[in-house]
């Protein structure tokens, strides 16, 4: 534990990963709340221990809910698992490159995104909402998704990471024609792989707070659990209010990086 962390600083972070387990098993984006919230109680530890705290909690929550999701939704496991293990490897190519990357470049290019699968989601008031198709997957859309929610996906994860789990949510959904339920089940799976590949190399480089990221991690796993519960009884509307809320606030803070701060 960081030696000048007060007793309230460590209940905010508390209710932050608690917060942020939900968003994540939601539709994903919990990282747009606890990254930023343990960057403002560390201000003084060095950011590569920051991250990689940050992953020895989110994998937790991210698991738990993917376990409930699995148990409780009509996933395709071994789909889940093909695409999960592309991700693994595009992240691992994502942080090789990361060192290398200007931000200031590629802030503007995520934002571009951000809005097209804004007006996709607005636009398209059924998308995510009517049942899939009968029948299993083609090798086409599976070849389709294993480049693009695998490998591309997993790649800006290991490169930036905010908002992919949102990302994730809206490629399943768009080429594997899923409900959002049936889609944000899915994408936990893969972003367990690609939290596991992630902090799997934090901890290789010892940037990783293990007691604060343990404790942490208890209250991410509740959340995590709870929502996941939550999308399965709701359904797909509920996920998709909150993937536009999750969206918003990512163009928000975005342009606020971008040009105000």
Known sequence: MPADISLT??????????????IDAVVGGGGLLLLPALLVGLPHTPAAYVLGTNKSTAVVGTAAAAWTYVRKAPIDLRTALRIGL???????????????IDSEVLRPLIMAVLVGVLAFVLLRPAFGTAPPPSGPVTWRRLLLALLVAGLGIGFYDGLIGPGTGAFLVVALAAILHMDLVTSSATAKVVNVCTNIGALAMFAYQGTVLWQLGALLAAFNFVGGTVGARMALKRGAGFVRGVLVVVVVSLLCKLAFDQWLA
């Open 9 to 22: 600083t460590t209940l905010l972070l508390c209710l932050a990963a608690l917060a942020a387990g939900w």
């Open 86 to 100: 592309a991700a693994l490897g595009g992240s691992l190519g994502g942080a090789f490159f990361a060192a290398g």
